[in-house]
């Protein structure tokens, strides 16, 4: 009993790797965030592409969907593999500059900007199916509304469709940030110092789990407000929807018309 | 000032619309009538091309809009043509003012400071001085269609449609929208109107036009049409609306 709880609540050993496990932990907090912001720009341009208008633009939409397809199809921690390691050899042949295979930009290693890269391209993809989901939850009207003021597709879009799906889309993106922030373990692998990497140093010089047990807590302390957050901007939104006040109230299809004028003698709406 | 010649729309299996030939004149108001499925709302979205015609000519004002039609073309008519519709379709993240002065300040590039005045003097027109920051949940369904007559009207328009627009409104707030309507006519306004108001047609119309199975089965003044129809079809229909 006693080397279990040593084993994972060493205070003397959290005590001395605090501040190593606090770097980490940093490390992990900017890799999350920069990844978070850059996936979020990055899902949605991949959402508008798909869902562009017309029979010409039939390829980009179908290139849009199979990138989603493939990244949401493969192991993240492949990806990462792949692409630091194209990156590194790349620059090494003189295929692409030395920055771009090997980046250092802003004082930190390749390894966090190949993280960087690896989380972007695969959790663009999983919020782009999120913002799919939102901008198809909008009423068909809005965008006919839109259209019929004159404004193009994009304006539309940029105007009117995306600001309301983005309303609509807070708590599922925010539950993929979540899920973010926990992969970016993963790029310890490539050699990142992140508070995992840290702590399974710390296990392996000394035989204790402490330090990744400190690493877990700090999790917590991010991950479990930002859970209660989602559920309380989901109960919101419903409180809002059952009185009957929300968003879209009175503009949706949800609105039963008054029956007006002689029985329905054949389809309705046409 | 709009012209319809042969139009054809069908969806799948299923044709909407099957040769309609409509002429409005400039400043006149046009009513048309039918019940369910008549393809009235669908002559409408034919007109500001959200259903592109699969047959037949729309001219307006001169100018051929069907056929080869670019992206430009499309703007084009709806800037020209402004349209209502039975669900508001008010955009629910905006404020009244800002959905009256969205499109002319993305569209037509005009100043936000004039945009606004003219939303302002819009909104004003329809009632609606006191709401013009007013979100659309806020709004009873009255008032809410007014904002949508605003906005519509926000682009000057040459011709307004109507698709049934007091059709989802509880009775006691349909007068205040047809009483804009009617001021709108007054003004001189081009205007299809889809309704099943009879007394609006009567008192406003110019021309009533009554659509069954997507066709016109006839047409003519709202005397003629409403009080002595020719047409079988069109006395059962009345009939039926009548009785309610």
């Known amino acids: ?270 | 000032m709009l012209r319809l010649e042969g139009v054809h729309k069908r969806f799948g299996d299923l044709e909407v619309l099957r040769g309609i030939d409509l002429d409005v004149a400039g400043g006149q108001v046009v009513c048309v009538l039918g019940p369910s499925g008549s393809g009235k709302s669908t002559l409408l979205r034919c007109i500001n091309l959200l259903e592109p015609p699969d047959r037949g000519r729309i001219l307006l004002e001169g100018r051929e809009i069907t056929g080869k039609t670019t992206a430009d073309d499309r703007n084009y008519v709806r800037r020209r043509v402004g349209i209502v519709f039975q669900q508001f379709n008010l955009f629910p993240h905006k404020t009244a003012l800002e959905n009256v002065s969205l499109a002319p300040q993305k569209v037509l590039e005009r100043q936000g400071a004039e945009a606004r005045g003219k939303a302002e003097a819009l909104l004003d027109r329809v009632g609606l001085s006191d709401k013009i920051n007013e979100y659309p949940e806020r709004l009873s369904g009255g008032q809410q269609q007014r904002v949508a007559i605003a906005r519509a009207l926000a682009m000057d328009p040459h011709v307004m449609l109507f698709d049934e627009v007091t059709s989802a409104l509880d009775p006691e707030l349909i007068k205040e929208v047809l009483d804009v309507m009617r001021e709108l006519a007054a003004e001189g306004m081009t205007m299809v109107v889809v309704t099943h108001e009879m007394g609006f047609a009567r008192e406003v119309g110019d021309q009533v036009v009554f659509m069954d199975g997507g066709v016109i089965v006839e047409q003519g003044g709202p005397a003629q049409v409403l009080d002595r129809p020719r047409e079988e079809r069109t006395k059962r229909f009345l009939g039926l609306v009548l009785e309610r």
């Open chain 1, 1 to 270: 009993m006693d080397f279990i709880t040593n084993y994972y609540f060493d205070f003397g050993v959290m005590g001395d790797e605090f501040s190593r496990v606090l770097d980490g932990f940093w490390l992990t907090v900017k890799l999350s965030i920069i990844s978070g912001v850059l996936s979020l720009a990055w899902g949605l341009v991949l959402a508008v592409l798909r869902q562009l208008p017309g029979r010409a633009l039939a390829p980009v939409r179908w290139l849009t969907i199979a990138y989603i397809d493939v990244f949401r199809g493969v192991p993240l921690l492949l990806v990462l593999l792949l692409l630091s390691g194209f990156l590194s050899a790349a620059q090494f042949e003189g295929v692409i500059p030395r920055e771009l295979g090997l980046p250092t930009w802003f004082g930190e290693t390749s390894p966090f900007w190949w993280g960087v890269m690896g989380l972007t391209l695969t959790y663009g993809a999983y919020m782009a199916e999120v913002y799919r989901a939102g901008i198809e939850a909008v009423p068909r009207g809005q965008m006919e509304a839109a259209r019929s003021l004159g404004m193009n597709h994009g304006q539309s879009m940029r105007f009117v469709i995306v600001p309301q799906a983005v309303r609509k889309v807070i708590p599922p993106l925010l539950n993929d940030f979540i899920a973010l922030m926990k992969d970016t373990s993963l790029v310890g692998i490539l050699g990142a110092l992140d508070v995992v990497q840290v702590g399974f140093d710390v296990q392996t010089e000394q035989i204790n789990g402490s330090a990744l047990t400190l690493g877990a807590l700090m999790f917590l302390v991010i991950t479990i407000p930002l859970a209660r957050l989602v559920d309380w901007l989901i109960a919101r939104q419903q409180r809002k929807t059952e009185r009957g006040g929300g968003p879209s109230a009175g503009t949706s299809g949800d609105v039963e018309p008054r029956p007006a004028g002689p029985p329905a003698t054949g389809m309705a709406g046409a």
